[in-house]
């Protein structure tokens, strides 16, 4: 496949690169030839989780002594990249390494973290979040699932989840719940506890969507859950806090998964055009696809040139909260958008369900909606420039 020569402004060295052809050949040998079965199963399986732990890449970035690598952000960037353009959207599993994980790296006790990250690094242990309800989508802080202390250093755990990415094979979840119903404001009697998948009083259903199949989508329910105090992850009262730190992190490595779905879709849009004949001569030898193609090459370049700006002041310590909002718009958007096109130019086969840009559009369609739907972001952005204050 062809695309426009990547420049990079981002300081790979020698040992990324290297990273990046033992990581490629070990998704080519362990996870490629599996991956339509993954897909069909609907679940990358417990087992995908361990062949990444047992190969060094369940945890890259966290300190030896857990059973990290201590390696930088950018070794995450290659992973992921290394990912996307073998066209491996549903492996998720770096959702409990990358994203959950961190949570208790960064609030839990030092009990905490030796008792759950060790196995998230070695694979033997997967961890989900779940902060989304079916009756408030997007609006965090008016949870009502309620976490009510007994007396007997417990929490006593009632309500419902949804929408919780490998939630079906996770072995303990983190969950937003609230602890204070009379605080202040909704946001401010929010707390975060982690609580075992095989609770008497749990229950978990699978989600049948479309899209993503092989990353597993779950509901949760909440029967009087019986959760020691000392699960509680943070300061009690803090999760809402907490989980907005984390959201910058989040949609900035967000936008580097989007982008690289778009650029995945964009090969597969050159290699259909320069492959499918019409009227004797290749669909991309006619000016109206040859347009097509390079607005979308332009506009992969400019999201790849900002997503990268971005990763650099994030790198220097730089905040780049509103930023990276508009990247994570900007770059779901566009890799919506150019798998539609890729539907369009590859015709009759980019609708069957085995085609891999058929699976590109349904996959990036999920993304205008995880980490903060498109609208989010744009109520950020137009927040960020002023808009809607009274004078």
């Given at each position: 496949m062809q695309s426009l020569p990547k420049k990079s402004l981002l300081p790979f060295t020698e040992e990324?690169?290297?990273?990046?052809?033992?990581?490629?050949?070990?998704?080519?040998?362990?996870?490629?030839?599996?991956?339509?079965?993954?897909?069909?199963?609907?679940?990358?399986?417990?087992?995908?989780?361990?062949?990444?732990?047992?190969?060094?890449?369940?945890?890259?970035?966290?300190?030896?002594?857990?059973?990290?690598?201590?390696?930088?952000?950018?070794?995450?960037?290659?992973?992921?990249?290394?990912?996307?353009?073998?066209?491996?959207?549903?492996?998720?599993?770096?959702?409990?390494?990358?994203?959950?994980?961190?949570?208790?790296?960064?609030?839990?006790?030092?009990?905490?973290?030796?008792?759950?990250?060790?196995?998230?690094?070695?694979?033997?242990?997967?961890?989900?979040?779940?902060?989304?309800?079916?009756?408030?989508?997007s609006d965090l802080a008016h949870i009502e699932t309620s976490a009510v202390k007994d007396g007997k250093g417990n929490y006593i755990v009632n309500g419902g989840k949804i929408y919780i990415s490998n939630g079906m094979v996770s072995d303990y979840a983190i969950v937003a719940v609230v602890t204070n119903p009379n605080a202040e404001k909704p946001h401010k009697g929010i707390s975060l506890l982690i609580i075992p998948t095989d609770a008497p009083g749990f229950e978990r259903k699978l989600l049948n969507k479309i899209g993503l199949n092989s990353q597993d989508t779950s509901e949760y329910i909440f029967h009087d859950v019986v959760v020691p105090e000392e699960n509680l992850l943070g300061e009690e009262n803090r999760g809402f806090y907490y989980l907005m730190q984390h959201l910058e992190k989040e949609r900035l490595m967000g936008s580097w998964g989007t982008l690289g779905m778009a650029e995945y879709a964009f090969e597969l849009c050159v290699q259909r055009a320069n492959e499918r004949l019409v009227a004797g001569k290749p669909l991309g030898a006619y000016q109206h696809w040859q347009f097509e193609i390079?607005?979308?090459?332009?506009?992969?370049?400019?999201?790849?040139?900002?997503?990268?700006?971005?990763?650099?002041?994030?790198?220097?310590?730089?905040?780049?909260?509103?930023?990276?909002?508009?990247?994570?718009?900007?770059?779901?958007?566009?890799?919506?958008?150019?798998?539609?096109?890729?539907?369009?130019?590859?015709?009759?086969?980019?609708?069957?369900?085995?085609?891999?840009?058929?699976r590109q559009f349904v996959d990036t369609r999920h993304y205008r909606l995880m980490a903060g739907t498109s609208e989010v972001q744009l109520g950020i952005i137009a927040k960020a420039i002023g808009l809607g204050k009274k004078k």
């Open positions: 990324h690169e290297a990273f990046r052809k033992e990581f490629g050949e070990f998704l080519d040998r362990e996870i490629v030839p599996y991956y339509m079965d993954m897909e069909k199963n609907h679940s990358v399986g417990k087992e995908t989780f361990k062949k990444f732990g047992d190969a060094g890449y369940g945890c890259l970035w966290l300190d030896k002594k857990y059973g990290g690598r201590e390696l930088d952000m950018l070794y995450s960037i290659v992973y992921g990249e290394e990912l996307n353009k073998r066209g491996l959207n549903g492996v998720l599993t770096r959702l409990s390494s990358d994203t959950v994980a961190p949570y208790i790296y960064a609030h839990g006790t030092e009990e905490q973290k030796a008792k759950y990250l060790p196995g998230v690094a070695s694979g033997d242990t997967c961890i989900c979040i779940c902060m989304t309800e079916a009756e408030h989508g390079a607005k979308a090459a332009a506009e992969l370049d400019q999201a790849r040139s900002y997503v990268e700006h971005l990763t650099l002041l994030f790198m220097a310590g730089e905040s780049v909260n509103t930023q990276v909002s508009i990247a994570k718009y900007a770059t779901s958007e566009l890799a919506y958008k150019i798998s539609d096109l890729g539907v369009q130019i590859w015709g009759g086969p980019g609708i069957l369900r085995d085609n891999a840009i058929a």
